[in-house]
């Protein structure tokens, strides 16, 4: 559409990538603000892709590296969504996370598992995250039927109903005024001088500004809307499922292992599920490798769990997460404004409420240094 044409709505912002947590956040977040917003994802449901597949765990930004975009956003992300949750009647479960040595590790000295868990405690206290030591393993079990040493237990930890938070999320932005359409894929985007024009499958658009939540796909997008060209890893997590869930195995809080510091993944974990699910996963494997057997599961569960047999576990799924170095990549690139989101990787769900407030900000000082100044 030539610059000038005025039959075509020209919205403030587009997002693409809407059927995610993180997309449907940011429309939310702009939408609350009073922009004018077009979402646009190009599968037919929510949570097509690494939102309906991940651990739905709300991290408390633990983890994270001190200082970075991961550790702020889901520090602050984390109390917007289970304080969202509580209001809205979105299913959450106040599970704590357990991050536990296994006894087994006492054969090798536990130094290894020691230092990971003075690490997070390091960590713990610059973030001011509450959480506690566990010295023994009668203190463990008073969390967790696990055989294990002992470890460190962070109360704050919760895991969420994802879908129900994503809808709820739509629903509120839909209320605002956003227009929210699936089965919508962007095939071209062209810059001009004062806004941008989305092609796709079901036709054009035009908005001002641009934001990129296009998660497996936002490398993808950010070449086609004329921004940098970014390299992304793509890992894989399977999960197995304990048959018989929360029910028969009696684990209702988070459990972790104590991973190496700098390791890229928080380790195979016990993760019960808002639907009495108990599962384990995910492991960490690009994406061209073949699947992970199933004795690795078996052997994870067997740490804090001896008794667990073969055929306690059955398949559950596998998703596929993006990564771009060790931090979040959230951007404003060049003008118009388009805002990048490249390698939203855990803890995504946790920060997505903080990311939406975090990408406005940016598109506030983005627009506001584009307005003309007078002397």
Sequence with gaps: MPEGTHDVKIFDTCVIGVGGVVGSAIVRELSRRGLTVLGLEKHDGPAQETSGLNSRVIHSGFHEAPGTLKARLAFH?????IDYAARNGIPLLKTGMLIAIPRQAMRSGLWREVGSLWQLWRSGRTHHIEFR??????GVRRIAPID????IFIPSVCVADVMQFIKSLQRESIQLGAELNYSCAATAIDKGREHYRITTN?????????????????????????GPDYSVEYFRGEYYELRGGIDRWGIRTLVYPAMPSGSRSKGIHFGPRTDGRLVIGPDSANVESPPTPKSVFLDAARRFIPSVSDDDLEYSC??????????????????PPLINLVGIDSPGLSASMAI?????????AAVDDRRPRIA
């Excluded at 992300?77 to 969504?81: W, Y």
């Excluded at 294990?148 to 470890?151: C, I, K, L, R, V």
């Excluded at 036709?203 to 070449?223: E, P, T």
């Design 77 to 81: 992300g984390s109390r917007m969504l």
């Design 133 to 138: 030591w566990i010295l023994s393993s009668a």
């Design 148 to 151: 294990a040493a002992g470890g």
């Design 202 to 226: 079901r036709g054009d658009f035009s908005a001002r500004n641009l934001i990129n939540s296009a998660g497996l796909s936002a490398a993808s997008i950010s070449r086609m809307a004329g």
């Design 318 to 335: 596998a998703g596929v997460r993006p990564k771009c170095g060790s931090d979040f990549v959230i951007r404003v690139e060049g003008s």
């Design 356 to 364: 939406g407030e975090h990408v406005a900000q940016l598109l506030v």
